[in-house]
């Protein structure tokens, strides 16, 4: 109960749930279709010559294609967010550490890279919503009804503000 605690906060509903699926989805799908070539051969898609060890390319081609999956359906979505923005950081900062943000008339840049890591990051924090499998499977758990709105109260005693179900 305590994992799931942390795991997952309150699920958002109503339209900010809708918008979570809808980038749940944009998301996952451009990482699917990135990482689609990488797992073919995620021991070595980089090729033979790669500085990065087979199971490092492992990681990135399932974080990419089967995190991008988990995002879509709204599965184990933290966990598949921090997957993403590990990836993510290492794409930019490593693999593409002297290319620039934008490289003018096309080749490599961080562009793309941080253009995955915002939204994942966002995903980890925000969570995925009432709109996944997330919500149905671990929602009720947790005391939360599935689709049920959230509101503002304070925290007792504390006058900080403390989100809830309904």
């Known amino acids: 109960m305590r994992l799931l605690n942390l795991l997952f906060g309150p699920f958002v509903a109503g339209r900010g749930a809708v918008g979570l699926l809808a980038l749940r989805v944009l998301v996952g799908a451009g990482l699917m279709i990135h990482g689609s070539t990488k797992i073919q051969s995620p021991f ?3 090729g033979a010559q790669a500085p990065v060890p087979g199971f490092f390319q492992f990681l990135a081609a ?3 294609f089967l995190g991008g ?3 879509i359906v709204g599965l184990l979505t933290p966990v598949a967010a921090f997957g993403v923005v590990c990836t993510m950081l290492v794409a930019a900062f490593m693999a593409h550490g002297a290319d620039p943000f934008v490289a003018s008339g096309g080749g490599r840049s961080k562009e793309p890279a941080l253009l995955y890591l915002a939204p994942a990051f966002a995903l980890m924090l ?3 919503g ?6 149905l499977l671990f929602g009720r758990r947790r005391g ?5 709105s959230t509101d503002t109260a304070h925290a007792p005693g504390t006058g900080a503000p403390e989100r809830r179900a309904a």
């Open 44 to 46: 070595n898609w980089m």
């Open 62 to 64: 399932v974080s990419e």
């Open 69 to 71: 999956l988990a995002l």
């Open 126 to 128: 925000a969570g995925p």
């Open 130 to 135: 009432t709109l996944s499998l997330d919500n």
């Open 144 to 148: 939360h009804q599935a689709g049920a």
